[in-house]
């Protein structure tokens, strides 16, 4: 059996990207700054700063009953921009498919450096947990995106009144959910590239060294023996050898 941990340490870091990425890409589907909404009337939004999220629209007041007040986005609502309802959708998506994707991975790593002798699947292992890996990037990395643009072109929301958010804010701000969103995704791609790209997955298993099958205890075994001209130094020691010898003393 070859020896293969070694040609898999860029897949086991890899696999270490991966799954950080997902963590990363459950925590920006939680964070709130999706949008810095800078708001003109602060005498209900006394910080003049609103957080616009993918599940809720939060700011700070000292005017309301609580200081942190909220208010929760569903896909249901009519009043959202379509890219909103589409990010919570494909966000979920992308935490499924990475845990598949994680799971994926381990297994092909696992393959590799524990040495198991199936090894007739490990390209397939390998091939599935790339594209995973690709297809969860993708799913986090479209919403985000449209989302950042439709920040950098100032689109407007038209709230409710119960959220005490104008339909355009002065000014708005992409957030930091977006980027660490983007940077998990660019993590979560390049883990799927390496995984993608590992070399043994592409060759056959026929250059493994052919397996000594004969069981030591039960045989076959191949009996050799040795020819008197055979002995060592052509001598039959202990036979005759006149040294040995002894005459009987009568």
């Known amino acids: 059996m070859i020896y293969l941990a070694h040609t898999a340490h860029r897949q086991f870091l890899g696999l270490v ?3 950080l990425a997902w963590i990363i890409t459950m925590a920006t ?3 709130n700054e999706w949008r810095l909404w800078h708001v003109p009337d602060v005498s209900i939004i006394t910080s003049g700063v609103a957080w616009v999220g993918i599940w809720r629209v939060c700011f700070y007041s000292h005017a309301l009953p609580k200081m ?30 990475g845990l598949v994707a994680n799971i994926s991975a381990a297994a092909a790593v696992r393959m590799v450096y524990f040495s198991l002798e199936e090894r007739r ?14 297809l969860t990037g993708t799913l986090s990395l479209v919403p985000l995106v449209w989302n950042m643009n439709s920040v950098l072109s100032n689109s407007t929301i038209d709230f409710p009144p119960d959220f005490y958010l104008p339909a355009a804010p002065v ?4 957030g930091s959910a977006i980027g660490v969103g983007i940077f998990a995704s660019i993590l979560m791609l390049v883990s799927g590239l390496l995984f993608l790209t590992y070399q043994y997955a592409w060759h056959t298993l026929r250059s493994e060294a052919p397996r000594d099958t004969r069981d030591p205890l039960h045989g076959p075994w191949t009996v050799t023996t040795a020819q008197g001209s055979e002995l060592w130094n052509g001598v039959n020691q202990g036979v005759d050898n006149f040294a040995y010898h002894t005459d009987d003393v009568s």
Do not use: H, W
């Not at 896909?75 to 309802?85: K, L, R, Y």
């Not at 919570?88 to 499924?96: E, N, P, S, T």
């Open 29 to 31: 589907i939680g964070i």
């Open 68 to 97: 942190e007040n909220c208010k929760s986005i569903s896909v249901s609502d009519t009043f959202v921009p379509a890219e909103i309802p589409v990010a919570q959708v494909l966000m979920v998506l992308a935490v499924i498919c």
């Open 171 to 174: 000014r708005q701000q992409v």
């Open 121 to 134: 699947n490990i390209k397939l292992v390998f091939v599935l947990a790339g594209t995973l890996y690709l």
């Open 17 to 19: 990207a991966g799954f």
